[in-house]
């Protein structure tokens, strides 16, 4: 089957229709250079970054990689701290703590700067000019896109939902990643308190490709060569894969992350906003179970909670347990795979090659 081409592919200057997504904490500079060495679009999602640590990341990814490169940053709203109700859910993870021996946190923190108050992350992006700079949780400052353009990078937008689409189109963002509910990790919806219309991902794509003029990108539950070929077919230029590349060798998910992965947990992800403050999916663990009976109003600002919720991991982590964890995936996690990212990639293209004939 000949390589084919669109406008998509050849602006952010790959071969096949696949982007790895950037998801912080699991994706390394080994594996997003593996994906773009083998003709897709590696990411790094540097939210959890300072601008050095990212400059750094970027530095690690040129070594083994002259490809393209994405680098994701958070656009959320700064969190609004609120000392009572941030005392209040200390209190109420204290005895999960305590089953490992531990004391949790004396207070809680923004762990997180937002890329809409980060001077030093836009400026060093200017400088460092990755191929791609892609947003998500929501729109970045007009200066910031207009900066990152004259810098001459291909800016993505995540989006939830039309409305959000047609804001990053007016934006000036080049192309917009349908973010089905079906999606591992945070929901990319710019307001979460904001009711959630939960589109999945071929119906969001559908009315993405319908609704607005910019290329579609979708991404949720996509986890071989069936679901690129499914996805292109109603009319997105490219597919965008998270979970099916947490298993490979240069991901940076920890043991237990893994076997719960390859466990029961894989069929029963949660969307659970407990763990970090914002919506986010998850394998079924101690903390999505806990999440469950906890009202939304008690739960403090992302990235506040994460403050927390990354304690408690820690603490429990400590004592051999990983029920804990930040185990994002989506609900493809069953059709997960372990092998290197290069061997993922291969066997990726035969496999969309071969439904598209």
């Known amino acids: 089957m000949a390589t084919p081409t669109s406008p998509l592919l050849d602006l952010l200057g790959i071969r096949v229709p696949i982007i790895q997504a950037p998801m912080a904490g699991v994706s390394s500079p080994a594996m997003a250079a593996a994906v773009s060495e083998s003709g897709g679009l590696g990411s790094l999602g540097v939210g959890a970054m300072n601008a050095a640590k990212a400059r750094e990341a970027i530095g690690q990814f040129r070594a083994l990689s002259a490809g ?121 919806m710019f307001d979460p308190d904001a009711p959630d219309t939960r589109l999945g991902t071929f119906a969001l794509t559908r009315v993405l490709a319908r609704g607005i003029t910019l290329p579609v990108i979708a991404a949720g539950g996509i986890m071989d060569g069936s679901g690129i070929a499914a996805v292109l077919k109603l009319g997105a230029s490219a597919a965008q894969l998270g979970t099916a590349f947490v298993a490979t060798d240069e991901s940076l998910a920890d043991k237990g992350y893994r076997e719960r992965l390859f466990s029961d947990a894989a069929h029963h992800t949660v969307m659970t906003r407990a763990i970090s403050g914002r919506p986010a999916r998850s394998l079924a663990n101690a903390f999505t179970e806990l999440g469950a009976s906890i009202p939304v109003a008690a739960i403090p600002d992302y990235p506040i909670a994460y403050d927390a919720g990354k304690a408690l991991h820690g603490a429990a982590k400590a004592a051999g347990e990983f029920n804990y964890g930040a185990q994002w995936a989506g609900q493809g996690a069953p059709l997960v795979r372990a092998m290197s990212t290069r061997a993922l990639m291969q066997v990726l293209r035969e496999e969309w090659e071969q439904a598209a004939r």
Do not use: C
């Open 68 to 188: 393209p490169l994405n680098i994701n940053v958070f656009t959320h709203r700064p969190a609004q701290a609120d000392a009572v109700k941030q005392a209040a859910w200390i209190e109420r993870l204290r005895p999960h703590f305590e089953r490992y021996d531990a004391e949790p946190p004396a207070a809680l923190g923004e762990i997180y700067t937002s890329f809409l108050e980060d001077e030093d992350m836009l400026a060093m992006l200017v400088q460092e000019k990755p191929n791609v700079v892609s947003f998500h949780f929501g729109l970045p400052h007009p200066a910031q896109i207009e900066a990152l353009r004259g810098a001459g990078i291909v800016l993505l937008g995540s989006a939830t939902n039309l409305e959000e689409a047609q804001a990053f189109q007016r934006a000036g963002v080049d192309a917009v990643v349908a973010q089905g509910y079906e999606a591992g990790g945070h929901r990319g």
